[in-house]
């Protein structure tokens, strides 16, 4: 099994932060971030070379909406680093058959009293926050709803974390694209002015303001991860983001490719392997200070801007497919161009996506056509 601190890059301070302690003072929230580090660092020790007679106590992760696309393969990743993994998913969009079978699974939804019961009694290491109502189209027929489960949630969830007085980090995922609206040249910067145009990217826009203020009045560790269109196997062909898996679907059927108007918009389309890691760096590499809204926020993309013409040809190509592109009129409403800066991951984080689109096309449509064959759930 591989150990939590193999691949990690070595400790760093944030660019763009914002400190709120002067140099050489030492407030309460540095002593038990210190506190914390040593905790975990004794733990990752235990997970390491101990007999049978002497079970280690693994490092403990709440992965919220792990029966999803994203989810799953976070929690995936956090097994492979050797965390003891626990699973809350309501199943409303998730499927029970991607949760992996050495997690702990809870039916229940993040609004409910149960939820909040199990954060403050088991005192998670780090709470992977993840599910959501996620379609943007849902959220503006239904913002109740959308706000209910995304926003109420959440504070579901961080009050829950506040009671435990455990030290938990949250990372939440958030949204590199509908967040900063079309108003902005991108690539969009983290501390670019925000106008998103829909429920749901508002609703995400509220958690993080509402993140930054555990953290300042609560002293709470939350990072917010700005994903970009997050593409890879067992993403469900729901939604604007699920271009690819729509594509790899109609090419496997044998039917056309359908791009709604000229299908030269952008999207900063990132493989989901390398958001599962940059989640896992978010988890255990070194808190950012906390302060305004941006100062604990990182865009996780590529930093390019692909359109849907070339994701079409480049699919085309790894499936070596010759089925029709064929253009529908263009969808109102529709962004134009998305897609972020990621300096600030790169070099507060220390991440850097690692797949390339080539090859991570080719992987996702390889997996949806052992899918379709049987080979895999
Ligand atoms: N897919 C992308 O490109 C993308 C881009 C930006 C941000 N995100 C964010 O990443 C996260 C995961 O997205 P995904 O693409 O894996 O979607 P997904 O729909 O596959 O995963 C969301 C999961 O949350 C679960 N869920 C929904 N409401 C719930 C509730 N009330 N209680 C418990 N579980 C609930 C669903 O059943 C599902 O398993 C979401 O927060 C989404 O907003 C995704």
């Given at each position: 099994?591989?150990?939590?601190?193999?691949?990690?890059?070595?400790?760093?301070?944030?660019?763009?932060?914002?400190s709120?302690?002067?140099?050489?003072?030492?407030?309460?929230?540095?002593?038990?971030?210190a506190?914390?580090?040593?905790?975990?660092?004794k733990e990752r020790?235990?997970?390491?070379?101990?007999g049978?007679?002497n079970?280690?106590?693994?490092?403990?992760?709440?992965?919220?909406?792990?029966?999803?696309?994203?989810?799953?393969?976070v929690a995936?990743?956090?097994?492979?680093?050797?965390?003891?993994?626990?699973?809350?998913?309501?199943?409303?969009?998730?499927?029970?058959?991607?949760?992996p079978?050495?997690?702990q699974?809870?039916?229940?939804?993040?609004?409910?009293?149960?939820?909040?019961?199990?954060?403050?009694?088991?005192?998670?290491?780090?709470?992977?926050?993840l599910?959501?109502?996620?379609?943007v189209r849902?959220?503006?027929?239904d913002?109740?709803?959308d706000?209910?489960?995304?926003?109420?949630?959440?504070?579901?969830?961080?009050e829950?974390?506040?009671?435990?007085?455990?030290?938990?980090?949250?990372?939440?995922?958030?949204?590199?694209?509908?967040?900063?609206?079309?108003?902005?040249?991108?690539?969009?910067?983290?501390?670019?002015?925000?106008?998103?145009?829909?429920?749901?990217?508002?609703?995400?826009?509220?958690?993080?303001?509402?993140?930054?203020?555990?953290?300042?009045?609560?002293?709470?560790?939350?990072?917010?991860?700005?994903?970009?269109?997050?593409?890879?196997?067992?993403?469900?062909?729901?939604?604007e983001a699920?271009?690819?898996?729509?594509?790899?679907?109609?090419?496997?059927?044998?039917?056309?490719?359908?791009?709604?108007?000229?299908?030269l918009?952008?999207?900063?389309?990132?493989?989901v392997?390398?958001?599962?890691r940059?989640t896992?760096?978010?988890a255990?590499?070194p808190?950012?200070?906390?302060?305004?809204?941006?100062a604990?926020?990182?865009?996780?993309?590529?930093?390019?801007?692909t359109?849907?013409?070339?994701?079409?040809?480049?699919?085309?190509?790894?499936a070596?497919?010759?089925?029709?592109?064929e253009?529908?009129?263009?969808?109102?409403?529709?962004?134009?161009?998305?897609?972020v800066?990621?300096?600030?991951?790169?070099?507060?984080?220390?991440?850097?996506?690692?797949?390339?689109?080539?090859?991570?096309?080719?992987?996702?449509?390889?997996?949806f056509a052992?899918r379709?064959?049987?080979?895999v759930?």
């Open positions: 099994m591989s150990q939590a601190s193999d691949s990690r890059p070595p400790p760093r301070t944030v660019a763009g932060s914002e709120s302690t002067p140099r050489g003072i030492c407030s309460l929230s540095m002593i038990k971030r506190r914390l580090k040593v905790t975990r660092q020790e235990s997970i390491r070379g101990k049978k007679e079970r280690p106590t693994l490092p403990k992760v709440l992965v919220t909406g792990g029966a999803g696309f994203i989810g799953s393969h995936d990743y956090f097994l492979d680093k050797g965390y003891e993994v626990q699973i809350v998913d309501d199943l409303s969009t998730g499927k029970r058959g991607n949760v079978k050495k997690a699974f809870h039916e229940i939804s993040v609004t409910s009293n149960e939820f909040a019961q199990l954060v403050r009694e088991r005192k998670f290491d780090v709470i992977a926050h599910a959501s109502q996620m379609d849902k959220s503006v027929a913002p109740v709803n706000a209910t489960i995304n926003i109420l949630g959440t504070l579901n969830l961080m829950a974390v506040r009671a435990s007085r455990a030290g938990t980090r949250v990372v939440f995922t958030s949204t590199g694209g509908a967040l900063y609206g079309d108003f902005n040249k991108p690539p969009n910067l983290e501390t670019y002015p925000k106008d998103p145009e829909s429920p749901y990217a508002i609703s995400k826009l509220s958690i993080e303001l509402y993140l930054a203020y555990y953290g300042r009045v609560h002293g709470l560790d939350a990072i917010a991860l700005r994903f970009g269109n997050v593409y890879g196997p067992r993403q469900d062909p729901h939604g699920g271009v690819v898996a729509i594509f790899c679907g109609r090419i496997l059927n044998n039917r056309p490719l359908t791009v709604f108007g000229d299908g918009q952008t999207r900063d389309y990132v493989y392997g390398d958001v599962a940059a896992w760096i978010a255990t590499g808190m950012p200070e906390k302060g305004r809204l941006d604990r926020a990182f865009n996780i993309g590529t930093g390019v801007g359109s849907v013409v070339d994701i079409a040809r480049k699919l085309q190509r790894a070596g497919s010759d089925v029709p592109v253009f529908a009129p263009h969808r109102p409403g529709e962004q134009q161009e998305s897609f800066n990621i300096d600030k991951a790169k070099a507060g984080l220390g991440w850097t996506p690692e797949v390339s689109l080539e090859e991570g096309l080719a992987t996702t449509y390889q997996w052992q379709m064959s049987g080979a759930a």
